[in-house]
């Protein structure tokens, strides 16, 4: 089955930008969903599709797709943003769903 | 508002069993996929099964594959999960969610419950 690699963390200053990535071949062919978890929370979809937010999820939140590569970008970045997103899709080789192994996002 | 409650969660010993509910309210149960996903502790997501929205068709990780059965009972909007053979790895917390066809054959998780929380421990 095919796997998605994340980067396990990633800092950003308060109000700056950041991209969080996600590479795998399934990406090639389906896009990534995003979830952001805090911690002692259920996971929370924040991005899917091309580039779609599900209602309430600030605009400050966008996705983008090259090849392999699916990325969520948070331009603006507030310190209620810390927390783990991890990236999701189908798996290409079986009918599964794979996740990222999830990147730690800390805001300074 | 979409709902997705989760019960039946515990302790168990290595080799037993233990059956997960997740009780859905507030959209059509029946024309919706859904998942169960877990997350041992301080590890991340791992996807465990899918059932579609008529119960025809079911899909299981390599990890968990039989020794889970997913089912669903659209009458009452309640998805389950029997959980057979349990091993120590098996501990996690067990997310319910609702899986949406995106366009072409992307999906999302729309929808999860808070979780209920699987030991396995002798």
């Known amino acids: 089955s095919s796997e998605l690699t994340q980067d396990p963390a990633v800092s950003v200053a308060l109000g700056q930008t950041v991209k969080i990535t996600c590479q795998g071949d399934?990406?090639?062919?389906?896009?990534a969903s995003w979830y952001q978890q805090r911690p002692g929370q259920a996971p929370l979809l924040v991005i899917y599709?091309?580039?779609n937010r599900p209602s309430g999820i600030p605009d400050r939140f966008s996705g983008s797709n090259s090849g392999n590569t699916a990325s969520l970008t948070i331009t603006g970045a507030q310190a209620n943003d810390e927390g783990d997103y991890y990236c999701?899709?189908?798996?290409?080789?079986?009918?599964?769903?794979?996740f990222g192994g999830g990147t730690k996002l800390t805001v300074l | 508002e979409v709902q997705l409650l989760e019960s039946g969660g515990g302790l168990v010993q290595p080799g037993g069993s233990l059956r997960l509910s997740c009780a859905a309210s507030?959209?059509?149960?029946?024309?919706?996929?859904m998942s169960w996903v877990r997350q041992a502790p301080g590890k991340g997501l791992e996807w465990v099964s899918t059932?579609?929205?008529?119960?025809?068709?079911?899909y299981y990780a390599d990890s968990v594959r039989g020794r889970l059965t997913i089912s669903r009972d659209n009458s009452k909007n309640t998805l389950f999960v029997q959980m057979n053979s349990l091993r120590v790895e098996d501990t996690a917390v067990y997310y319910c969610?609702?899986?949406?066809?995106?366009?072409?054959?992307?999906?999302?998780?729309?929808?999860w419950g808070q979780g209920t929380r699987v030991t396995v421990s002798s």
């Open positions: 969610a609702k899986l949406t066809r995106v366009f072409g054959d992307s999906w999302k998780f729309d929808s």
């Open positions: 507030g959209f059509t149960f029946n024309t919706y996929a």
């Open positions: 059932i579609s929205g008529s119960g025809g068709d079911i």
């Open positions: 399934s990406l090639r062919t389906y896009y």
């Open positions: 599709g091309k580039n």
């Open positions: 999701n899709s189908r798996d290409t080789s079986a009918n599964h769903w794979v």
